[in-house]
């Protein structure tokens, strides 16, 4: 009877065999990279690796892949070195890589591409931000091999173009592990405890791999960080480093680093004594018209006679004083004959104002008398108050027995109504 096998048993078969391969121990598979993960919480990194007629799922576990020099990314072609075994919880065959390098492009080459479009993604090297060099720097911080030729070169253009300046050298290893991380540590140096108007950071010309420490994150993060101009100085002609995209200024040489930051004293000399003619000749020119001032000053007739100006001056006060005075007089002359002509029209305004007042006033009075009341007692009338002072004009309002009083024209009389009679109107 034909034996029935279980999922597992027949998966386990399959891998068992498949690891028994000798040709399938250790692979190498060239494909296109697809679906890579970012690294799990393991550190693991899960990937395809595909052609135009198959896939292959694959693997990188943390131990291998913290070894990589250059993050994996769609789209790359590379060669994977492993083994190829069955991963049973999932049913499928995968390749567990070991190693990856990408085909034609070096690792190296792709990992300082990584860098820098991350470095240049974060502004370090921005063009806004690099700094002017000093024209004149009286201290220079160098940081290259102590026995190299760089410094020697620096040193002897230095004495050449610009002896007056100091030379600060900051030993480092220019190549090899650590180097970076000891450059870095001269740029730092000068910022914080040795203060240089300038750095030179860089060494004498070698292979892409001898050169490489020069393009070490750290360093290029210490040179941006940095706020003294640095110079980056790396023996070579035609490739860049990230340490020359990250300084203020790149130079092909040490010496023609030298070159650039050390001034030329003959030039420097020459400008002095450019300065010093140009001073001169303006002194002379100012001395000059300083002088013709002067003469112009000693011709001046105020100068040469002071007083005969006063006394013009003097001549003319008196005259003004008198055409002053006449004119004062004249002004007060005609003032009183016009106060004396207001006088009169004021005085006959006046009288004429008084008489017609006198004529409203004798008017008003006739008028006022013809309105009195009492006028009419001269008459034979007589007004009749009562006890309040009160005109009696009713004899309706009048009580028997009443007290009044008889208002006559030259006197009053006191009296009581005996009787009160009404007529009928």
């Not at 091999?145 to 020697?152: F, L, M």
């Not at 006449?326 to 106060?339: F, N, P």
């Not at 009083?405 to 009160?420: C, F, N, Q, S, W």
Request: glycine share 8%; net charge positive; with cysteine.
């Amino acid at each position: 009877m034909e034996r029935i096998y279980t999922v597992a048993e027949l998966t386990g078969f399959v891998k068992s065999y498949i690891e028994a391969s000798p040709q399938l121990k250790s692979v190498s598979v060239k494909g296109e990279l697809s679906n890579v993960s970012a690294p799990s919480g393991r550190g693991h990194v899960f990937f395809t690796l595909k052609d135009k007629d198959a896939v292959l799922r694959a693997v990188m576990f943390k131990s291998r892949a913290e070894r990589l020099s250059f993050k994996p990314e769609n789209g790359m072609t590379v060669i994977c070195n492993g083994r190829i075994s069955v991963y049973p919880a999932g049913g499928q065959y995968l390749l567990y890589a070991d190693s990856i390098t990408v085909e034609g492009e070096g690792n190296l080459f792709i990992a300082l591409e990584q860098l820098k479009k991350k470095l240049a993604a974060e502004g370090l090297f921005d063009t806004a931000k690099k700094k002017r060099l000093p024209k004149i720097p009286m201290r220079v911080g160098v940081i290259t091999s102590a026995t190299g030729a760089a410094v020697q070169d620096i040193i002897n253009v230095a004495g050449r173009r610009f002896p007056a300046a100091e030379i600060v050298l900051y030993p480092s290893l220019v190549q090899g592990a650590g180097a970076a991380e000891m450059l870095a540590s001269g740029v730092r140096y000068f910022n914080q405890r040795h203060p240089v108007d300038v750095i030179i950071i860089g060494r004498g010309g070698g292979s892409v791999e001898e050169l490489w420490e020069f393009n070490g994150e750290v360093l290029v993060r210490a040179i941006a960080a940095s706020h003294i101009p640095v110079v980056s100085a790396v023996g070579h002609e035609t490739d860049f480093t990230l340490c020359d995209f990250a300084a203020d200024l790149r130079a092909p040489t040490p010496s023609a680093a030298a070159e650039i930051v050390f001034p030329d004293k003959a030039d420097i000399l020459r400008r002095f004594e450019n300065a010093r003619n140009r001073m001169s000749t303006l002194i002379l020119q100012r001395i000059s018209g300083e002088r013709r001032v002067l003469a112009a000053l000693a011709a001046s007739p105020a100068l040469r006679s002071p007083t005969a100006g006063f006394d013009d001056k003097r001549l003319r006060i008196a005259d003004l004083a008198d055409r002053m005075e006449s004119s004062a007089r004249t002004s007060l002359a005609l003032s009183g004959q016009g106060v004396t002509r207001l006088g009169e029209r004021l005085e006959t305004a006046t009288v004429s104002r008084l008489k017609l007042t006198k004529m409203r006033i004798s008017a008003l009075k006739e008028q006022l008398l013809l309105l009195d009341p009492l006028s009419v007692l001269e008459r034979g009338y007589a007004a009749i108050f009562d006890t309040e002072g009160n005109a009696v004009t009713a004899a309706s309002s009048i009580k028997k027995g009443s007290s009044l009083t008889l208002r006559l024209a030259d006197g009053a009389v006191k009296a009581t109504a005996d009787e009160v009679e009404l007529w009928k109107k």
